[in-house]
């Protein structure tokens, strides 16, 4: 099918290639030639998910809403203070912080599953893999969407200021969706391989929410503290995030620590992902 919707004449074979690594321009090819199928399979899928629901998309705005009051609450109990002074100032940072940091959960979720999610395509049809899980990343953006209004509309009513930084967060936002392909990728591997990888995954989802500044400000750690958990790749871009929502600028070194990470991953993930796809269903 076309972008316009007309069917092609051109009729695109996809063949599984050896075992050692494809060549990378064919399979991004491969991919892209089904970017329109990818596009109508990720809302194909959010339109399913949402009709066995009442609420529909409103379920992915509570969510972090609820989550985002619970830890103010607790934040502000511990912390003192009531809803005043600093506390009152970083509860629109805690509340863009838990919309943005539902899109990595979920592409984590969503991506790592999207190959056994996909059993019956897996074992019937012949396409690039990869495929799966960047749908399954495409998909949680489509879910983000919604919050997005909802955001912009709720930050300034709690008090949110935005300043320069501003300009800053549509680079932070790319860095962020490349990151969750590769994410997606390196999980979707994991999981599928390993036969309690979900269970795995469960863990350290957790650790990768305490680890990652969307609950405390990250201003506020000893440098103890950020030895231990800035290693990990969603520290810096939440630092910048959190930066950017107090009406600052992110540092330099911030954005590019978050560049780096967002490389890595995809090379790590689409290498680790192309050198174990024959493997897949195996494991299904």
Not at 59 to 77: A, E, H, R
Not at 152 to 177: D, W
């Amino acid at each position: 099918m076309t972008e316009d919707g007309a069917y092609s004449n051109v009729e695109y074979v996809f063949e599984p290639h050896s075992s050692t690594l494809p060549d990378i321009r064919e399979y991004l090819a491969a991919l892209w030639e089904r970017r329109t199928f990818m596009v109508e399979l990720a809302r194909a899928d959010l339109r399913s998910t949402r009709a066995s629901t009442a609420l529909g998309s409103v379920w992915s705005v509570l969510d972090p809403l609820f989550q985002g009051g619970i830890y103010f609450f607790l934040y502000t109990v511990i912390r003192g203070g009531g809803s005043s002074g600093k506390n009152s100032t970083f509860l629109p940072v805690l509340i863009a912080g838990f919309f943005l940091f539902s899109l990595s959960i979920g592409a984590l979720g969503e991506g790592g599953n999207s190959i056994k999610r996909s059993k019956g395509l897996m074992l019937n049809s012949t396409f690039p893999r990869a495929m799966l899980p960047v749908t399954a990343v495409y998909k949680t953006f489509l879910k983000f969407i919604p919050m997005v209004g909802v955001l912009c509309v709720l930050f300034p009513l709690v008090g949110g200021t935005l300043g320069p930084g501003l300009f800053v967060l549509p680079i932070l936002f790319a860095i962020q969706m490349v990151m969750n392909v590769g994410i997606a990728l390196l999980v979707a591997t994991f999981v599928t391989l390993v036969p309690d990888g979900t269970n795995v995954m469960n863990y350290i989802n957790r650790v990768l929410f305490f680890a990652t500044p969307v609950v405390y400000p990250a201003a506020l750690l000893p440098s103890s503290a950020k030895l231990l958990v800035g290693w990990q790749p969603l520290f810096a871009l939440f630092a910048s995030y959190q930066k950017i929502f107090q009406g600052g600028v992110p540092s330099i070194g911030l954005i590019f620590q978050s560049a780096v990470w967002a490389v890595v991953l995809v090379v790590l993930g689409g290498n680790l992902f192309l050198r174990h796809e024959r493997e897949f269903a195996l494991h299904l």
